[in-house]
């Protein structure tokens, strides 16, 4: 298994390697490659184990950095997985973060408390209006054939119907006008959250 | 009859080039299953558009309306009204809390395996029932507009086209077939919606007066009808009417929310307030359709009467033909093909990303690849596989009555998916148990119901089974989506999985902040 794992490896590096071989001659392709295929697998085996299951590595893509940086460069090997601790920023190191604590913040207690007041009515509300349109047409369809005197032909099933489409519309433009606060909620919690770790006291 | 084959090649011809230009900037899973996270709000609006309004919206519906008049109209505002949940509970989570699939945010504090595993399998169904349903329209179409084209070259065709998309270009590919789809539907529907009013002098008064009084020769009796197409109650009529359609409206508002197909776009996007506009574009994308279904299902009732057309679905063609001459008529019905195609390229890759994501890294490998790039690979092969799949199904059912199935997939997506993903989202006691039995008896409870359907049963010779239904019911949602949710609450309050509990403030930290979100990839 490690053996395979090792071949396909280098496989990859000298793929990658291919476009600037001709730089990289100085230094001996081949034993670079080796080098680069050992640190690969290294890493597989040490830092592969995220605590926190799938979301911890966010990016396990083949490596995209280009071949071109100093042979010293720890950054060359990848950007997935673990960079070394003193080359991650905050927000790429996620381990930092002390979830309970930001959680228990009072810039996110109220980012939720907004969020649920303005979205349990307004789903309550459309969800409402839709459903009475149908048990309406559905049950009462004499009644609501009956024509409106203004509107000529046009009867009440119609209007009510194409009421759901200014709804949806009132309801989207509402949403979209309380979201601004909840942006700047949610981007307060972050930079909080990043600034101090989540350590900070609420 | 050739300009429709022309026009239809020409569309081919500019997704292909789309496929070669993707293909040459797709690197890395980030890129080929969420298009880098770069695309802009208008494009992933417009591709969720694309990706929505299938076959069975723009034929489906327009001929409903043709023949069934107002009670066709209850699809179309079901279909925009669904887009509420989408936007108010699920987008802008999903975005924050996942990667690839819809399962990522079930397996995020759950055991990620067995409610994979469950998600994998119901993702697969929801896609491959559409696809077979797109599919089997695709060749009947082609049967009416293209005598030369056989039902077996057409389906070939179709699925040859989704393979290469999804294959060589990814989601990159398949966002823009689906944008220029979605661009083409709607300028089609505007023409043929300004073609009908036209006729009308441009006055809705006139047009509502024709529409409320539509006369012809029913040609099995023999008997002038007259009818008015704004009453309810022509195709769901009685108390078991009334209940069939709340429960398509259950069916349609909740299902959409749990459209695997659906919910992967929004991780193409760069951020949650990038994926809540989006869902505002798609909006406007699909409200302004929906609205243009009045026009032309109506047009064709008035001006066409049900007499002169042999096949509901024909409809939109037939009275584009009537109106706007034979280009006209090759036009709309390329623009149908370009929707069969863009719709089945999102499925093809949903039913994909959930296969090699889902299914074979995380639930066979643990979450680990093996050697790097080989998810991509084995998504590459997975939607080879799902196409030639869809493509011997589609023509071993090809005399089939085949509409009930996006009807199922609806159900089996309100049921099945919908309930744990709400659960996971907003209750911090759900658990693993309760997302696998809400996924399981979600997923069994609307198959068993349709299977005993009068979609599926029935006295006549057509019928799939034989005999009288014994579920009165041709949409499941009403029983099904309830069943759902109770399966899930019980099997969480069975229960108890501390980790579970223990992760819900990362959760919903990361759900309702973004903090720690996949990142679009740099430029």
Known sequence: MPGGRLQGQSRMVSAQNAPSKTDGDVVGPGRLQWFEALLRLKRCQTTHAPRGGLYRVSNKDLDLTTEVSAETDVSRIGRSGATPSHERTADEDLNVVDWDRVAASSDFETLVKSKARFLIPATIFFLTYYFTLLVLVGFFPEMMSSTISWLGPVNVAYVFALSQFVMVGLVTWAYLREAKSFDALAAKVRSDALSTGGNKKP | ?523
């Open chain 2, 1 to 523: 009859m050739t300009a429709a084959l022309w026009l239809f090649l020409t569309f081919v011809a500019f997704t292909l080039l789309i496929t070669w230009w993707s293909a040459r900037q797709s690197k890395g899973a980030n890129a080929y299953f969420a298009a880098g996270r770069r695309i802009k709000a208008w494009q992933n609006g417009l591709a969720i558009a694309g990706d929505y309004m299938s076959a069975a919206s723009f034929l489906g519906i327009a001929g409903l309306i043709a023949f069934k008049g107002y009670d066709g109209f209850m699809y179309s505002v079901g279909f925009l009204v669904a887009y509420l949940t989408v936007l108010l509970i699920v987008a802008e989570p999903l975005r924050n809390s996942g990667k690839f699939t819809m399962a990522d945010v079930l397996a995020y504090r759950l055991k990620a395996r067995p409610v994979r595993a469950m998600a994998a399998l119901s993702t697969l169904i929801v896609t491959i029932f559409y696809m077979i349903a797109q599919m089997v329209g695709a060749g009947s179409l082609v049967k009416l507009l293209l005598p030369g084209v056989s039902y077996e070259l057409a389906v070939i065709g179709v699925g040859v086209l989704m393979i290469i998309y999804v294959v060589f270009g990814g989601m990159l590919a398949t966002t823009w077939v689906q944008i220029t789809k979605a661009i083409l539907l709607l300028a089609g529907s505007a023409m043929l919606s300004v073609m009908v009013m036209a006729q009308f002098g441009y006055s809705f008064g006139n047009f509502f007066e024709a529409v409320s009084h539509v006369t012809w020769i029913d040609p099995k009796t023999g008997q002038e009808v007259t009818q008015n197409f704004l009453q309810p109650g022509l195709a769901f009529k009685g108390t078991w009417g009334a209940i069939d359609l709340i429960s398509l409206g259950l069916a349609l508002v909740l299902g959409t929310a749990g459209l695997p197909h659906i919910l992967i776009r929004f991780y193409t996007v760069p951020d949650a307030k990038t994926a809540r506009l989006s869902v505002v574009w798609a909006m406007l994308a699909i409200g302004a359709f929906y609205l243009m279904t009045t026009f032309f299902g109506f047009g064709a009732a008035t001006l066409l009467t049900p007499a002169n057309i042999p096949d509901q679905n024909m409809s939109a063609p037939l009275l584009a033909l009537h109106l706007g001459g034979d280009i006209f008529f090759a036009f709309i019905s390329a623009v149908a093909f370009a929707t069969i195609l863009a719709v089945v390229a999102g499925l093809t890759i949903s039913a994909s990303t959930s296969f090699a994501h889902d299914f074979y890294t995380n639930v066979i490998h643990h979450g680990r690849e093996r050697s790097a790039g080989e998810e991509v690979r084995v998504a590459r092969i997975a939607a080879f596989v799902v196409g030639a799949t869809a493509i011997l199904l589609a023509i071993g059912l090809r005399s089939t009555n085949v509409a009930f199935l996006v009807g199922l997939a609806f159900a089996v997506a309100a049921s099945a998916n919908l309930p744990p993903i709400v659960l996971a989202l907003f209750w911090k006691r759900f658990n693993t148990a309760g997302a696998c039995w809400g996924l399981g008896v979600g997923l069994v409870s609307s198959i068993v119901l349709i299977l005993l359907s009068p979609s599926i049963m029935g006295t006549d010779g057509n019928a799939l089974i034989a005999g009288e239904p014994i579920f009165p019911l041709r949409n499941p949602g009403i029983v099904s989506v309830p069943l759902g949710f109770a399966a899930a609450i019980i099997g969480a309050l069975l229960s108890r999985e501390s980790s579970a509990e223990e992760k819900f403030a990362e959760f919903t930290v990361r759900a309702n902040t973004g903090l720690g979100a996949e990142k679009a990839a740099a430029n």
